[in-house]
């Protein structure tokens, strides 16, 4: 993997905070992949479903809601989700004022395209490529063997244990969800955690997005459309300002967040096991003339080294395997290489 980026990199954040009245050419999106801004809100009163955690446990009207969830939007929000409100308020708060920090403090944790740990501004290193609105911090939380908390900010104060007593936290509802899944899919509670590669062996990554006010924001996109490569993501939105919007055919739903809740997305490494049962949806992110948005993306993924592939149990005679099997590193590689693409990563996997 390339150890560079093709160009120097840009903080969106400091561009944002010119003051400048128009979008850099960089960042302007051909015409049909500008955002639908303002669009007529009746017709956008569609939402994803909420699902409830504390209902669950065994009881079949709650899975069926979780398998539609999966199939028809690959979206919803969980309530009850048992991470503390208060967690997710400090976490939230803490990043905010880690992108508030001066760009020489950010600087010092400047990533590369190689393992992307650190401050960055862009996805992929195809030179020349238009580019998304916005910054982040990535870091690696799980295994143990990829972890290294020196990468992660020392400031503010405490952010370290922080982003690791969230991180405790935000993995146990995954292990939850994981089982969940594999129940409403109509499998052993345990088995889709095996098929992922075991508790202690699946991968968990986060990523702090930061999307800067914007001058122009019908012309560009605070990130582009995209289904995440892994797992699973659990989404801990910017409660003040919206800007996630989720595929649903030819449209693009805006996600109204509910107090307190997550966001919960189908990853590529769940369709694929699933054969194509369970959907990773494409979404992209808009951003806005008036406010920053903050938003925090913890990746549940499959341990890196073994084949991914349909599990068996989904495989039958009127349904047959519709993926090659890929190693998670492998696949992950493709993705940091070309950036956000849609659909095309996993579609690229299809058995002929
Ligand atoms: C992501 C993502 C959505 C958001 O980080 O993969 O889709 O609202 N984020 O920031
Ligand atoms: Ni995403």
Known sequence: MVACWPEP??????LSQTGMSTVPNRYVK???QRPVINAD??????EIPVVDMSDVWGKQEELKRVRSACEEWGFFQVVNHGVSHE?????RG???EFFELPLEEKRKYANSPDTYE??????????????????????????????NPSKWPSQPPKIRELIEEYGEEVKKLCERLVETLSESLGLEPNLLMKALGGEDKVGACLRANFYPKCPQPDLTLGL????????ITILLPDEKVPGLQV??????????????????????????LSNGIYKSVEHQVIVNSGKDRVSLAFFYNPRSDIPIGPIEELVTENQPALYNPIRFDKYRLLIREKGPGGKNQVDSLLAS
């Open 9 to 14: 990199i840009v903080s969106v954040q400091a």
């Open 30 to 32: 051909p015409l049909h």
């Open 41 to 46: 809100q009746t017709e956008a009163d569609i």
């Open 87 to 91: 967690l997710m308020e400090r976490m």
């Open 94 to 96: 803490a990043w905010r």
């Open 118 to 147: 650190g401050y960055g501004s862009r996805l992929g290193v195809v030179k020349d490529a238009i580019l998304d609105w916005s910054d982040y911090f990535f870091l690696n939380h799980s295994p143990s063997s990829v972890k």
């Open 224 to 231: 582009s459309s995209h289904s995440d490569p892994g797992g």
């Open 247 to 272: 595929r649903r055919g030819d449209r693009w739903i805006t996600v109204k967040s509910v107090p307190n809740a997550f966001i919960v997305n189908i990853g590529d490494q769940i369709q694929i």
